[in-house]
């Protein structure tokens, strides 16, 4: 059963073997923004000015012959990292972030953890985080 989309359905989540990436410990952070003016001999005045920007970070586990193979999902990953190109990111049949929020990818973490006697890799865990990316609109 496929889950999500990201990348303009480059990278397809899934819940099955060999369904894709299958994401594991999805976490989606939103954050309020706040500053502090000092007032001389008293305590400083903390201001709401607005929202940070959401970030998303989650784990794949890729085992090749059950899941996309190692080999194929790490240069894809690191190509859509190296585009710095937005797209909408949606797990659950939803979009992840505010209504039409779109995210890049800001770090992808390879762990190399199985190879087989040719060198061949095998096993590989993946961190992903990305942030939303919102382009300044001019009137």
Do not use: C, W
């Not at 299958?22 to 952070?29: D, G, M, P, S, V």
Request: charged share 15%.
């Amino acid at each position: 059963m496929i889950i999500g989309l990201y990348g303009n359905g480059q990278i397809v989540f899934g819940l099955a073997a060999r369904q894709g990436f299958l994401i594991e410990e999805l976490t989606e952070t939103s954050k309020a923004k706040f500053v502090e003016h000092e007032i001389l001999g008293s305590k400083p005045i903390t201001e709401f000015v607005g929202f940070e920007n959401d970030e998303v970070s989650f784990s794949m586990n890729f085992i090749a012959g059950h899941t996309t193979a190692p080999m194929v999902a790490i240069p894809l990953l690191k190509g859509l990292l190296s585009r710095a190109q937005a797209y909408p990111l949606i797990v659950g049949g939803r979009p992840v972030g505010s209504f039409m929020s779109q995210f890049v990818l800001t770090e992808v973490t390879s762990t190399y953890e199985y190879t087989n006697g040719m060198g061949t890799l095998i096993v590989a865990s993946i961190d992903v985080s990305m942030k939303e990316y919102r382009s300044l609109i001019r009137t």
